[in-house]
């Protein structure tokens, strides 16, 4: 690193740093922390405090607050609105929390090509940590933006803005896999371009910066633990970003559409991706009987549904505990960094029993959610760990030619240098424990998966909901009567944070 170099280094890191605490950016303090509270009393059924901690982050933006409004951490808080207010059933303020995500997510999207801004980005985040690059919702973010949206649409009463959505969710989870291979190839030029501007930071990185040198260094015995595990949740996700629940909600779509054939396409999308779910091979024997195909004969045995999908139907949803999270760890090589590490809850239920008309009906996995993140975060995984080792050495490097550059100079008085040196090394080390911050942005009102269960609507339409498994919950409904049909959302992140949402569908 050149004395130019480190100056210029050196002038920025007090600006940047206090900008960054000031504008309440995850730099200095991780997400997973500073959503402690919101967090606690969502899960502890405190559902209005856990919308103020939202709110308050999402404020009217000053120089002297922590708004996130304007900074790259606003995207991941407005996800957290619209679940949130989806939650308590201010289902049109989900919308429009969503509609905003949408809008930042593309304005990031349209910076898919690389340009001078990003790699100035990538060089502040190198200088930093990677909270320094705005967050772009991780895949699982992006789809279910969509199935949130489309739920909420029927929740207004806009069933015609219900149908247009889900018409759009097997395209919308095609443009997910497309402009995340755009931006994997764009984060891979970024971090090639921030190696160029330090040679020696990046031949260190590509000696020190491996999983397999990471996992075999005993002081990273949890790095290497919490692997195992996210490798094993990760065999639950289902490849290519796929998320089920979109894309049995497109399929639902084209079955109340009569368009059997459509349907099959994404039954068998389910089909082949989770071959031993008997939920979707029911549904997919149910749609190719209805466009008159032939059974295959591994689904001889399936039978298929009694009773009608397209109309007189109830689908219960039910999403069933707390999403997974990111929280921050350590890593050494053999310095310390702050790295993102997976933490899985527990569910607080086995399942969901509907009972209707003197019959029940329990309910089967639609979607693992934690599976889906867990796989992509084990595919991002080797290069986020060559951007965090490569930042830390920056900094280092920053730190010691910082040394180097005062120890130097001959001709400065002794105590003047004495000072000088005591000031970067204080400071040096002040700041570089600052920026040692995990990036571990992510959703997290999410449920830790998604489960499905259906059945007619009974003759007196009532319907009771019963929650199995560790805790147990109840609650009867009956459905309106100008419904002809019906969604009921069961969200239940835990036992003391239960939500029940009838979303009717009055048109068959």
Request: glycine content about 6%.
């Amino acid at each position: 690193m050149t004395i130019r170099r480190f100056l210029s280094i050196v002038s920025i890191l007090p600006a940047a740093a206090a900008g960054m605490f000031f504008a309440g950016c995850s730099s200095v303090v991780n997400s997973h922390s500073q959503k402690e509270d919101m967090m606690e009393y969502y899960l502890n059924g405190e559902n209005e405090d856990a919308l103020d901690e939202i709110e308050y982050k999402l404020r009217e933006p000053a120089w002297y607050n922590s708004s996130v409004v304007d900074t790259g951490d606003e995207l991941v808080w407005r996800l957290e609105a619209g679940s949130m207010n989806f939650h308590i059933g201010n289902f049109q303020e989900s919308i429009d929390q969503f509609k905003i995500a949408e809008e930042l997510i593309e304005r990031y999207d349209d910076r898919a090509e690389v340009s001078a801004r990003d790699i100035g980005a990538e060089a502040g985040a190198a200088l930093t940590n990677l909270n320094a690059l705005p967050y772009r919702g991780w895949c699982r973010d992006r789809i279910a933006i969509a199935v949130y949206k489309a739920l909420a649409y029927l929740g207004t009463g806009n069933e015609e803005a219900f149908h247009a959505q889900i018409r759009r969710l097997r395209n919308e989870q095609k443009k997910v896999q497309d402009d995340y291979s755009a931006f994997f190839e764009q984060e891979k030029a970024e971090l090639e371009a921030e190696k160029a501007q330090n040679p020696d930071a990046a031949k260190q990185t590509d000696a020190l910066g491996s999983i397999e040198k990471l996992t075999g260094n005993s002081d990273n015995a949890a790095f290497k633990n919490n692997l195992a595990k996210v490798k094993k949740v990760a065999n639950k996700g289902y490849g290519n970003f796929l998320n089920p629940a979109a894309i049995f909600l497109s399929g639902l779509g084209s079955i109340r559409d009569g368009e059997y054939d459509n349907a099959r396409i994404d039954f068998q999308h389910l089909v082949e991706a989770m071959p031993n779910n008997p939920l979707f091979r029911q549904y997919y024997v149910t749609v190719l009987q209805k466009a008159g195909r032939e059974i295959p004969e591994n689904l001889a045995d399936v039978q298929p549904f009694d009773f009608p999908l397209d109309e007189n139907c109830v689908f219960v949803i039910f999403a069933n505990g707390r999403s997974a999270a990111l929280e921050e760890s350590s890593i050494y090589f053999p310095v310390m960094a702050a790295w993102p590490s997976c933490a899985f809850y527990n569910a607080p239920f086995k399942d969901l029993e509907a009972e209707a008309a003197g019959k029940k009906y329990s309910s089967l996995t639609l979607a693992d959610m934690d599976g889906i993140l867990a796989q992509e975060f084990d595919e991002r995984l080797p290069g986020i760990i060559t951007r965090i080792v490569l930042s830390t050495l920056i900094k280092e490097a920053a730190y010691y030619a910082g040394i180097a550059v005062i120890a130097a100079q001959k001709d400065m008085d002794p105590a003047v240098q004495a000072a000088a040196l005591a000031t970067v090394a204080i400071g040096g080390a002040a700041y570089r424990a600052a920026m040692n911050t995990a990036d571990t942005r992510c959703w997290e009102i999410l449920p830790k998966e998604f489960q499905l269960t259906q059945l007619p609507v009974p003759a007196d339409r009532q319907v009771k909901i019963k929650l199995n498994g560790g805790a147990s919950f109840s609650q009867s409904f009956r459905l309106p009567d100008d419904c002809k049909s019906a969604i009921i959302f069961v969200d239940a992140p835990s036992a003391q944070n239960v939500a029940f949402h009838v979303l009717p569908i009055k048109s068959k």
